[in-house]
Antibody, heavy 117, light 110 residues
């Protein structure tokens, strides 16, 4: 079964850091581009970061310089290092696969990040 | 920055047809594929349309997608509405290497 399982969410103070992990199974992880997408409570979907199979990363302006996406193909794992966290980063963070047909075809169940003092 | 704009909400009765629009802010929306995702409360999104007008396996043919270059917009049409179609729908495309989502449309079937 194709599956993505996120972990690492929690409560962190403003200005703090958190590292999210995503464990992939059921497919050849190294051959897929991967992304993180977040959703604040009652709000829409927001793309946070993407990494290609070769490791090239991309970010929107809202997180560029604060977040770093990385992957470890040998461990079938995706990561998101989040620094200088703000209240506005509070959201459910989804690990998502970019499928061969060029869409976000597999989503994890999400992990919740709360930035609050 | 490229943006996608959707109506905040739409509503229609069971059995009817509804269309949700997604308008690109600049350039040509036809330059990159548009996808549509359905999200029910408490669940992760699932794809109902990819590649502008393709349905993933398992998505009923009541769902269809189209592109209108003249209005720089994409549309999701759902025919024969069912109460189970009530959900949020998000369009998605890309700008350079960046993934872009529309703000989402809440579909109410009443």
């Amino acid at each position: 079964e194709v599956q993505l399982v996120e972990s690492g969410g929690g409560l962190v103070q403003p200005g703090g850091s958190l590292r999210l992990s995503c464990a992939a199974s059921g497919f050849t992880f190294s051959t897929y581009d991967m992304h993180w997408v977040r959703q604040a409570t009652g709000k829409g979907l927001e793309w946070v970061a993407g990494v290609r199979t070769a490791g090239e990363a991309n970010y929107p302006g809202s997180v560029k310089g604060r977040f770093t996406i990385s992957r470890e193909n040998a461990k079938n794992s995706l990561y998101l290092q989040m620094n200088s966290l703000r209240a506005g980063d509070t959201a459910v963070y989804y690990c998502v696969r970019w499928g061969y047909l060029s869409f976000l075809d597999v989503w994890g169940q999400g992990t919740t990040v709360t930035v609050s003092s | 920055n490229f943006m996608l704009t959707q109506p905040h909400s739409v509503s229609e009765s069971p059995g009817k047809t509804v269309t949700i629009s997604c308008t690109g802010s600049s350039g040509s929306i036809a330059s990159n594929y548009v996808q549509w995702y359905q999200q029910r409360p408490g669940s992760a999104p699932t794809t109902v349309i990819y590649g502008d007008n393709q349905r993933p396996s398992g998505v009923p043919d009541r769902f269809s997608g189209s592109i209108d270059s003249s209005s720089n917009s994409a549309s999701l049409t759902i025919s024969g509405l069912k109460t189970e179609d009530e959900a949020h729908y998000y369009c998605q495309s890309y700008d350079s290497s960046n993934v872009v989502f529309g703000g989402g449309t809440k579909l109410t079937v009443l």
